[in-house]
């Protein structure tokens, strides 16, 4: 599984479903394309996780350049003779992509003691709410426990006072029921309240992008919680 995060229940009903190993990985065209994989067994796999390097060399790095601990998160970097040397013709995208003598990859993400990683979400997708800083991918995470909860994308949506709030658009099981009010009542068990979401929407289909994938920014003007331009 690539492209996209794939949740660890997800991958545990795969696994029951197939019988057979789902191995997540983590990839972008800038490394051509492997940059971390979980293992084939008898090899370690870590549900949530996607794996550790395999191919660049990866690390975690802090806003002023210092390679972060295990455990600490920061943004996902690479280097390596798989990565590109730069972009053509855009020195723009050249100065903020490359510096410290690694690739930025605008992923969010921590390395634990074995070196795997578990990417936390992209940084231009953190929602900044009155300067707490919330992983969408977190969310998704507990909100994904819920028995009723088939598909979750977490996002951002703009608040008068905050600058912005947390929102989840939902995709219920088929046959199984639940309500916005008991959503967040599950999350709010599992969550810190700042993180919980304030607006909860159950859909029978979460609009996706030209791509086909599930996009969260952007996700709150197409479903009407902000103005073309802000959300």
Sequence with gaps: SSSASLPAQVMTELEATFGCPVIESYGMTEAA???ASNRLPPGLRKPGSV????GPEVAVMALDGQ???PGETGEIVIRGPNVTAGYEKNPDANATAFAHGWFHT???????DDGYLRVTGRLKEIINRGGEKISPLEVDDVLMDHPAVAQVVTFATPHDKLGEEVAAAIVLREGMAATEGEIRSFAAMRLADFKVPRIVLILDEIPKGATGKLQRIGLA???GLAKPGLG
């Excluded at 794996?51 to 395999?54: N, T």
Aim: aromatic share 0%.
């Design 51 to 54: 794996g550790a390097a395999a």
């Design 33 to 35: 394309h492997q940059m």
């Design 106 to 112: 605008g992923d969010q993400g921590v390395l634990d």
């Design 221 to 223: 003007t197409k479903l």
């Design 67 to 69: 390679l972060l601990k």
